[in-house]
């Protein structure tokens, strides 16, 4: 047996300490093992049809845009885009059963200004949280409101519609939607500016709320264009002017609100939106393909038609765009004193 060295002269082997270089390389490497799963999930989307809630009724403005965009984006998307009607609670049932589905990009909501700019605004409590519970992917579509009366009413003008207004306090009516619905807070708006009081005739829903003026028992309504343009044009209520900061192409000769009451802007909105923590590569083909469908000549026309103007934008500008009209809704109904349980 051969001699060992002495204790004092051994070599012991130490571990080395790992250098930042070593740290930074194996962090990296781990965020990337982490990042796999839903790149991979990526690739593969859409494996199956992706089902898109519209939180308003059948027929609504947002059902019929939905109805005219989504078979494109189905083509571009390689998978059915599948429109899935759950209207209840001024939108707040689709807005949260979207919320609450898995965050794999097959369930979207069409959001909208009720859903995501109204709703924050007047509601203390509601099951979603516009901004938390969702990722955005891009605004849809846009376009005014329109101040609509019953032919019988003596008003051709928001001038005209005021000085009835003031003549007889609370005895013109209005219907909207439902309680705290874009209609209602158009008209609580134009109530504010003008200092007049007209009554909150409340529907369910925009159809059955214009069906009112039509038959003559509501006086006038601020519905969508989308929603009022076959009844303007076949003359069953008379349009005085539309609250956008410009006239619509489709309507040039109908003023704005903004010529007789400057600083009164009301636009409505959609989008889409995924539940939150979608994985971003798969919002972002979400996007692209959508972006390339609202392009198309066909889907513009056909949104034109029926009062809208084509919009998209990335997923990060969708989200300020949504912050924002949060807090611009949130004025109006402080303004008007509306606040719903």
């Not at 003008?157 to 705290?180: D, F, H």
Request: positive net charge; proline residues 9%.
């Amino acid at each position: 047996m051969q001699n060992q060295p002495p204790a004092a002269k051994r070599r012991i082997a130490r571990p080395s300490r790992p250098t930042a270089l070593a740290v930074a390389v194996s962090a990296t490497g781990a965020a990337a093992l982490l990042a796999l799963p839903s790149i991979a999930a990526a690739q593969a989307f859409p494996a199956k049809p992706v089902r898109l809630v519209v939180a308003q009724a059948a027929g609504s403005a947002t059902d019929v845009i939905a109805r005219i965009f989504t078979p494109r984006w189905s083509e571009l998307l390689g998978q059915p885009v599948v429109v899935d009607v759950r209207p209840g609670a001024g939108g707040s049932l689709g807005a949260e059963i979207t919320a609450k589905s898995p965050n794999d990009g097959y369930t979207l909501l069409l959001a909208n200004i009720s859903t995501h700019g109204v709703n924050p605004a007047l509601y203390a409590k509601l099951p979603y949280d516009p901004v938390k519970d969702f990722s955005p992917v891009s605004l849809v579509s846009t376009t005014a409101n329109v101040i609509v009366v019953h032919p019988s009413v003596p008003a051709k003008t928001v001038k005209e519609l005021v000085a009835i207004a003031r003549a007889k306090p609370g005895m013109l009516n209005y219907s909207s939607a439902g309680p705290g619905s874009s209609q209602h807070l158009a008209a609580a708006l134009l109530n504010t500016l003008m200092k007049i009081e007209t009554t909150h005739v409340p529907y369910r829903g925009s159809p059955p709320a214009l069906a009112g003026v039509v038959a003559g028992e509501i006086a006038f309504m601020v519905p969508t264009l989308t929603t009022a343009l076959p009844q303007i044009q076949n003359g069953r209520v008379r349009a005085i002017a539309v609250t956008g900061p410009t006239r619509e192409q489709e309507v040039p000769n109908i003023p704005t609100v903004a010529e007789t009451i400057p600083g009164y802007d009301v636009v409505s909105w959609w989008g889409v939106v995924a539940p939150a923590g979608t994985p971003r590569p798969v919002v972002d083909r979400l996007n692209a393909d959508l972006v390339r469908t609202l392009a198309m000549a066909e889907v513009r026309t056909g949104l034109l038609k029926v009062g809208m103007n084509a919009s998209s934008t990335t997923p990060d500008q969708f989200g300020q765009y949504i912050r924002d009209e949060i807090a611009k809704w949130t004025k109006v109904a402080k303004a008007a004193n509306i606040k719903l349980e």
